[in-house]
């Protein structure tokens, strides 16, 4: 039976949210691992807390200022075998690790948004990839229009996959209740989440005399700015981190999702 290995980043944002709505829908035909590698310089709170319905999960933690590239490779590959199928999602060390071992294990990269980042990391370690799974349409555009003509990235298989999640109870009945605008955002509060523009959105509507309410949920360093930046606003809450059956219970009770994000 294949091992599938699948090495993220220990936060629990959108990436994080991918690989828990794909293994939420897994198959017995493979063992799963979820290999999480923290930095401990990054803010302890935003770490996965749950288990992720996998067989196996594995916390690295390495130190981002005194660790080691070899170190944190070395602690990687305990858990990788000629049985393994790795699944990137961040596409930094992993990938390093497949070429400095030799490894021929397949791998496959996930493309989380449309960001330098992923592009940067197909260019760089294109070689080793084997599949590229992008979670659009248009990231799997993007990917041909930029490397399909070239020779190492020809025989790349790729791949859109709308990743499955489960479905939010929309009660049109309760909306009809209400006449203000129920609004949220749900995700980690850093700057590629475009939340800086928040402050500028919700002066727009507060100008047009627009009824409304936001719910901000999640956390991250700028929640402090963010909260002083919108401390003028009697109807922005801020509701901190919460689990994903909170925030699907929470779906049905909003109107309308913002999400700026840059990426």
Not at 184 to 196: H, N, P, Q, R
Request: glycine share 6%.
């Amino acid at each position: 039976m294949k091992n599938l290995v699948y090495i993220l980043p220990d936060k629990d944002g959108g990436v994080a949210s991918v690989v828990r709505n794909l293994l939420r829908f897994r198959t017995n035909r493979c063992k799963t691992k979820v290999v999480l590698i923290h930095n401990t310089l990054d803010d302890p709170l935003l770490r996965v807390q749950d288990e992720f319905n996998a067989d196996e999960i594995i916390r690295i933690s390495y130190n981002g200022k005194w660790s080691s590239k070899q170190g944190v490779m070395n602690k990687i590959k305990r858990y990788l075998d000629n049985n393994s199928i790795l699944i990137s999602n961040d596409g930094g060390i992993e990938l390093e690790l497949v070429n400095h071992l030799k490894f021929t294990i397949p791998v496959v990269y996930i493309m989380h948004g449309d960001l330098d980042h992923y592009y940067n990391c197909i260019n760089k370690h294109g070689y080793v990839i084997d599949t590229i799974i992008t979670v659009s349409d248009y990231l799997l555009q993007n990917i041909e229009s930029k490397f399909v003509t070239k020779d190492e990235f020809s025989k790349i298989d790729r791949v859109s996959l709308k990743f499955p999640i489960p479905l939010a109870i929309d009660d049109d009945k309760e909306k009809e209740k209400h006449n203000i605008i129920r609004m949220a955002y749900v995700g980690s509060l850093i700057e590629d989440k475009g939340v800086l523009l928040f402050k500028d959105i919700l002066t727009q509507l507060t100008e047009l005399k627009i009824n409304f309410m936001f719910n901000i949920i999640g956390t991250g360093h700028l929640q402090e700015k963010l909260m002083e930046d919108l401390n003028s606003f009697s109807n922005v809450h801020f509701k901190g981190k919460l689990t994903n059956h909170e925030v699907l219970s929470l779906h049905s009770e909003h109107d309308i999702l913002i999400l700026p994000s840059y990426g």
